[in-house]
């Protein structure tokens, strides 16, 4: 979260506490495939959240530097790494129209490349994340590093397209709240402080996706 270490921690831990009573209860049920997928998804967000209540404690000195080194790359493997091909690989596999899976087909290699992309320019980076007033407080990664001009819409199309385009109810919800907390991401925040904003709100839209794995009585319903 790119509030406080306390709130990525209380909210990396829900996240995950529910992410696991929902995955072992989807187990237990035999449910379908994708609802399994988008299950873990809270799981992951939950990680991401605690990686980064290290990195705020690195800011504070009260965590060693290299732990809190190595956290800040974990998180940013999440935000560019991850995301990108993560949402266009579960809207491949949670969609069951052939028309639409090729579609989402098209946008694995789309976001592979700015996996790729922005990794290159992480690890290229030294990663100094830092939260003064002149970013509202809130963490900044790779504050005056220079990208291509646009790369963040490039970005929220493949993490988010396959999702809001899927016929799955549950995954095409997701996408939107995914898409609309971007939109929102970039109109309130700089774009310095993107990555750990919008992570934040991807968090939080992730948490309903354990709602109906939760209501599922049997293995009839389909999401």
């Known amino acids: 979260m790119c509030f406080s270490a306390q709130a990525s921690f209380i909210a990396g831990?829900?996240?995950?506490?529910?992410?696991?009573?929902?995955?072992?209860?989807?187990?237990?049920?035999?449910?379908?495939?994708?609802?399994?997928?988008?299950?873990?998804?809270?799981?992951l967000f939950g990680v991401?959240?605690?990686?980064?209540?290290?990195?705020?404690?690195?800011?504070?000195?009260?965590?060693p530097p290299d732990i809190a080194f190595f956290a800040a790359y974990g998180f940013l493997f999440f935000a560019?790494?991850?995301?990108p091909i993560a949402g266009p690989v579960t809207g491949f596999l949670a969609e069951r129209r052939n028309l639409r899976r090729q579609l989402f087909a098209l946008l694995i290699p789309a976001g592979v490349v700015v996996s790729l992309y922005l990794s290159f320019v992480a690890v290229a980076n030294p990663v100094r994340p830092m939260a003064t007033p002149d970013f509202g407080g809130h963490i900044a990664y790779l504050h005056g590093v220079e990208v291509i001009d646009?790369?963040?819409?490039?970005?929220?199309?493949?993490?988010?397209?396959?999702?809001?385009?899927?016929?799955?109810?549950?995954?095409?919800?997701?996408?939107?709240?995914?898409?609309?907390?971007?939109?929102?991401?970039?109109?309130?925040?700089?774009?310095?402080?993107?990555?750990?904003?919008?992570?934040?709100?991807?968090?939080?839209?992730?948490?309903?996706?354990?709602v109906p794995v939760m209501m599922r009585r049997s293995n009839r319903s389909a999401v």
């Open 48 to 63: 991401q959240q605690c990686l980064e209540g290290i990195v705020w404690l690195g800011i504070e000195g009260r965590a």
């Open 80 to 83: 560019f790494s991850f995301w």
């Open 150 to 210: 646009g790369i963040e819409y490039i970005y929220c199309v493949t993490a988010c397209g396959a999702l809001v385009l899927s016929s799955s109810r549950n995954a095409r919800a997701f996408g939107c709240l995914l898409a609309i907390s971007f939109g929102i991401t970039m109109w309130l925040f700089p774009l310095d402080v993107v990555p750990s904003a919008w992570c934040f709100f991807a968090a939080l839209c992730s948490a309903p996706l354990v």
């Open 13 to 43: 831990g829900l996240l995950i506490a529910t992410a696991v009573v929902a995955g072992s209860r989807a187990h237990r049920l035999d449910l379908d495939r994708r609802t399994k997928t988008l299950s873990l998804f809270p799981m």
